[in-house]
T-cell receptor, first 113, second 113 residues
Framework: GEDVEQSLFLSVREGDSSVINCTYT??????LYWYKQEPGAGLQLLTY?????DMKQDQRLTVLLNKKDKHLSLRIADTQTGDSAIYFC?????????????FGDGTTLTVKP | DAGVIQSPRHEVTEMGQEVTLRCKPI?????LFWYRQTMMRGLELLIY????????DSGMPEDRFSAKMPNASFSTLKIQPSEPRDSAVYFC???????????FGDGTRLSIL
């Protein structure tokens, strides 16, 4: 079955690095996504990684994928107060030419000045 | 570019009333998703459509909830009769295909008194 788990809260100081972790269960995942949700808004795609990749870097964001352990992480370098938000991990599977994403419960990141 | 458009942004109504939430997906997107978000249960997938056809409605809580997609540019989620426990933020999202990144609307904040 599909299950995506994340820790619920993370607090860091401005300028530090943040690492948000996620585990998933479906080994047939095709994509793994990170979304960001700011207060009063919908989820916004932050970055994603194909399941055949180990790492992806995009400016301050680094995504690491350990497919053996089914573990995904998002590292935010030089975290800013504007990074305070809820971060959702999601896995996406494709089956019978259809598919859907399963979301974790989200990690609330608080950045202290 | 216009994103996913949801209406209304806020709705407050009394229990027992019919509630209709509306969504206009991004033009050219073939998949549409309805989610509900609460503090207690997090983000829940209610139903999704591919090419206007409902694919998975297993997340619809009960028969009081129904969703339609009469054409590629419009979908509704109806609750009849509404109950206080239906109070939540309801999100619509669309994507090119159902396992691709989803684009979320800003949500409808529903309060049932």
């Amino acid at each position: 079955g599909e299950d995506v788990e994340q820790s619920l809260f993370l607090s860091v100081r401005e300028g530090d690095s943040s690492v948000i972790n996620c585990t998933y269960t479906d080994s047939s995942s095709t994509y793994l996504y990170w979304y960001k949700q700011e207060p009063g808004a919908g989820l916004q795609l932050l970055t994603y990684i194909f399941s055949n990749m180990d790492m992806k870097q995009d400016q301050r964001l680094t995504v690491l994928l350990n497919k053996k352990d089914k573990h995904l992480s998002l590292r935010i370098a030089d975290t800013q107060t504007g990074d305070s938000a809820i971060y959702f991990c999601a896995e996406s599977i494709l089956f019978d030419n259809a598919g859907k994403s399963t979301f974790g419960d989200g990690t609330t990141l608080t950045v202290k000045p | 570019d216009a994103g996913v458009i949801q209406s209304p942004r806020h709705e407050v109504t009394e229990m027992g009333q019919e509630v209709t939430l509306r969504c206009k997906p991004i033009s050219g997107h073939n998949s549409l998703f309805w989610y509900r978000q609460t503090m207690m249960r997090g983000l829940e997938l209610l139903i999704y459509f591919n090419n206007n056809v409902p694919i998975d409605d297993s997340g619809m809580p009960e028969d009081r909830f129904s969703a339609k997609m009469p054409n590629a540019s419009f979908s509704t989620l109806k609750i009849q009769p509404s109950e206080p426990r239906d109070s939540a933020v309801y999100f619509c999202a669309s994507s090119t295909n159902s396992n691709q990144p989803q684009h979320f609307g800003d949500g409808t904040r529903l309060s049932i008194l």
